[in-house]
């Protein structure tokens, strides 16, 4: 008897009884992934964000607040898209005319005496003082083209600095000596040496800051956006598009699309669904109908 005492005690811990009293063999514990096991409560297993990135994830419709360090990353790219394309600025130094514009060293100070050179040469497209909107931004390797009121144009043509005299025969027409075209977009190119770092929409901002001045009380959204409903102000406040907003309510909440799609409604109405976003990653579709926005899908929701 006293033989069989250690081989049941070595039976007990091999094997457990169900409630029925029948022996089985033990069994495996098994926790989901979203568990964690109990001999590490309180420790974060792998691969599980860090307690501050739990919970409500930041919008992607806001900025980031600060840049990778490497190159620009697409999701950035995407950002100073929509951020810094269509804002409106207030210029500070006259910016010349033409195809070639203005170029500036990232990180440096303007350039003056470059500048007034390349004035007295092309014109003043946009002066100090005047209110612009940036019109589109385009990414080359080591510098970043910003368009001003639509960009800089070319050299007029011979045909239209020609001009017939009474007489019949034709004079070319002499540009002044300081020429000055207000009328005309401007270039400006952002020449970093180097390839594109990340950045965020204020750094690109603060490097055009010695041209253009982006800050709000100097802007004319500002009133026009106070003159706004206020479930609208809100909204774009927010960033975020609303039935009934129109297509300068959406640029003035997101920024330019990074998609248009045209397409016929079942009555034969034209429908326009701006996309913000690529999946699977979080995207937004804003449909109008005319020029008011009648429907705004987020994908995933």
């Known amino acids: 008897m006293l ?8 039976a007990a811990l091999v094997f457990s009884a169900n409630s029925s009293g029948v022996l089985s063999s033990p069994r495996v514990l098994s926790f989901s992934s979203s568990e964690n096991l109990p001999a590490l409560q309180g420790e974060r297993q792998r691969g599980d964000p860090p307690e501050s990135a739990k919970g ?19 999701e950035s790219r ?22 070639k514009g203005f ?7 303007v350039n003056e005496n470059a500048l007034r050179m390349a004035v007295a040469s092309a014109g003043s497209a946009i002066n ?5 909107q940036i019109t589109n931004l385009d990414f080359k390797d080591k510098e970043i083209i910003v368009e001003v009121n639509g960009g800089g144009r070319g050299k007029t043509r011979l ?24 009328s005309a977009g401007a270039t400006l190119f952002l020449d970093f040496d180097k390839p594109l770092p990340d950045m965020t929409p204020d750094d690109l901002k603060q490097l055009l800051s010695g041209v253009l001045d982006f800050s709000k009380q100097h802007s ?50 034209e429908i326009e669904d701006w996309i913000y976003g690529t999946p699977p990653s979080k995207t937004i ?6 020029d008011k926005v009648t429907k705004v899908h987020q994908y995933p929701e």
């Open 220 to 269: 004319a959204a500002v009133q026009w956006v106070e003159s706004l409903p206020p479930e609208i102000q809100k909204a774009i406040q927010e960033k975020q598009p609303v039935v009934g907003m129109d297509h300068e309510m959406v640029l003035a909440a997101m920024g330019r699309p990074d998609r248009k799609v045209r397409e016929k409604g079942t009555d034969g109405s």
């Open 56 to 74: 409500d994830s930041k919008n992607s419709s806001e900025p980031p607040a600060k840049a990778k360090n490497g190159p620009l990353q697409p």
């Open 159 to 182: 045909r239209d600095r020609i001009h017939l005299e009474i007489g019949g025969v034709p004079s070319v027409t002499t540009a002044p000596a300081t020429p000055v075209n207000t």
């Open 3 to 10: 033989r069989l005492t250690p081989i049941l005690a070595t």
């Open 103 to 109: 170029h500036m060293k990232a990180g440096a100070p």
């Open 78 to 99: 995407l950002s100073l898209v929509r951020f810094v394309d269509g804002e409106l600025v207030r210029v500070v130094m006259p910016i010349p005319a033409g195809k």
């Open 285 to 290: 579709f804003v449909s109008f109908e005319g």
């Open 128 to 132: 100090p003082g005047d209110h612009a």
